[in-house]
């Protein structure tokens, strides 16, 4: 299938304006995060289901919430709505910020070139 340049770009431009407001979290797979000193994505799932513990207790079965989640980004999103938005935002911002110090940052992303 071809690449689409107008929705392409259309993407690319709605990605810079989600990073702008300050509410995105940029995920990338190239197997480098690890090296660079950050957890997988089930370290951050696990570490995320003990905040969910410590903050709503028994209210939130986090066992079942885990259980019924496989995908781990769905699962993230699921326990990041018990957290509520404003610790949520806090907690990732905290889990991405171990490690080596960000290597880019949303300014050098609005001057990203286009690939084609």
Request: one cysteine or more.
């Amino acid at each position: 299938m071809p690449i689409d340049q107008i929705r392409n770009e259309q993407a690319f431009d709605g990605l810079i304006r989600l990073l702008q407001t300050g509410h995105a979290l940029g995920v990338t797979g190239a197997g480098l995060s690890i090296w660079a000193g950050y957890g997988t994505w089930q370290q951050v799932i696990d570490r995320s289901a003990e905040a969910v513990r410590q903050r709503r207790g028994p209210e939130v079965n986090v066992d079942v919430v885990l259980k019924n989640n496989r995908n781990l980004l769905h699962c993230a999103q699921r326990l990041g709505d018990y957290l509520g938005r404003p610790v949520f935002e806090q907690f990732m911002r905290a889990e991405f910020s171990r490690g080596l110090a960000p290597l880019l940052r949303r300014s050098d992303l609005s001057v990203a070139p286009r690939f084609r």
